[in-house]
């Protein structure tokens, strides 16, 4: 059976002030190695070689400066100030989609052989992909004054990153039906009661949050081992 042809679209929704990072910017535009975390997320989205259109979401006072970081090619819109909403704001200009992919700007050194997998994944028949880890620590449970309530099994737990893959109508219907927040987009696919496939991740697609993680990232451009 030939595979499902038509669009992928990558939104990148980036539109968080966040500056947990110390670097006085949003997170999305801290520089690493000499380009910014956006730029480099972009970028990696377009060396894949599967994604024909990237859509990236930005607060709305930085849509004109951020067009001029981008190719001429990549569509930036505002975004609302939480993250479903820009989700939504990049769905609304993605509407010739058949597959859409869904990345953190902060996950700025993932592989582009990463991004192809997941889009092969969705080509091959699956309506809804995320790349995964093993998670190494030990997890904990607690309630809210900080008592231990259970350990779940390692062995079942894992850490989830981006790009997520959706075929285009199943992440709408999500969204349409969202009736809260969620951490990630899976999650609104899961409430819906759908399938959504795991396949291996990578470890340099970890999300760049913290000061020691913009340490390491930096490490790591600086070596050329991402």
């Known amino acids: ?11 990148v929704p980036a539109a968080g002030q966040g500056v947990r990072l110390g670097e006085g910017v949003p997170k999305a535009f801290v520089d690493l190695g000499g380009t910014a975390m956006l730029v480099r997320a972009v970028d990696g989205l377009l060396q894949s070689g599967a994604v024909d ?93 900080g008592a ?20 285009a109508e199943l992440l709408r219907r999500a969204y349409a039906e969202a009736d809260g927040l969620a951490t990630d987009d899976a999650g609104l696919v899961e409430r819906l009661g759908e399938p959504v496939r795991s396949i291996v991740g990578e470890p340099t697609a970890f999300k760049i949050t913290t000061p020691l993680d913009l340490s390491l990232a930096r490490a790591l451009v600086e070596e050329g081992t991402s």
């Open 53 to 145: 259109r990237v859509v990236v979401i930005v607060p709305e006072d930085l849509v004109e400066s951020t067009r001029t970081l981008l190719p001429v090619e990549v569509t930036v819109v505002a975004g609302g100030s939480e993250r479903t909403d820009s989700v939504r704001a990049g769905l609304a200009v993605a509407d010739d989609a058949q597959y859409v992919l869904v990345h953190d700007a902060a996950r700025a050194l993932t592989p582009p052989s990463l991004i192809a997998r997941v889009v092969a994944e969705l080509r091959s028949g699956r309506t809804a992909v995320i790349p995964v880890l093993p998670v190494t620590d030990t997890i904990k449970t607690v309630d809210v004054l």
């Open 148 to 167: 231990v309530t259970g350990t779940p099994q390692r062995s079942e737990l894992r850490a989830v990153q981006t790009p997520q893959g959706f075929a």
């Open 1 to 11: 059976m030939a595979e499902p042809s038509g669009p992928v679209i990558a939104l």
